[in-house]
């Protein structure tokens, strides 16, 4: 049974800083992309981040955390990161982590929700203003 669990959600002040790990269980993996979502009341899902399999040598961003939220993973730990900085208003959401069996071409549409195997319950972030 594949589980994955997220945890470090919390209430920040704007500027602020927060870290996310979302821990894996039931796979293999150091084979699987991972990838953040978050989903604020009333939105759609969106893309945070995204790492790749392996040696996670390639990551992507979603367009409004470019600068500011970086991903990595330790695949000893079975455990994905995702480092938020500068942290507004607006990224107040419930995250998400999710994975999917590498492989290039679901790589190449590693924005889409649908891509992904598995997924995370959620982490509550609120950044206060």
């Known amino acids: 049974q594949v589980q994955l669990v997220e945890s470090g959600g919390g209430l920040v002040q704007a500027g602020g800083s927060l870290s996310l790990s979302c821990t894996a269980s039931?796979?293999?993996?150091?084979?699987?992309?991972m990838g953040w979502f978050r989903q604020a009341p009333g939105k759609e899902r969106e893309f945070v981040a995204a790492i790749s399999a392996w040696s996670g040598d390639m990551t992507a961003f979603g367009d409004s955390v470019k600068g500011r939220f970086t991903i990595s993973r330790d695949n000893g730990k079975n455990t994905v990161y995702l480092q938020m900085s500068s942290l507004k208003a607006e990224d107040t959401a419930v995250y998400y982590c999710a994975g999917f069996a590498w492989s290039f071409t679901s790589w190449g549409r590693r924005e889409q929700a649908r891509s992904y195997d598995y997924w995370g319950q959620g982490t509550q972030v609120t950044v206060s203003s």
């Open positions: 039931g796979l293999t993996f150091a084979a699987y992309a």
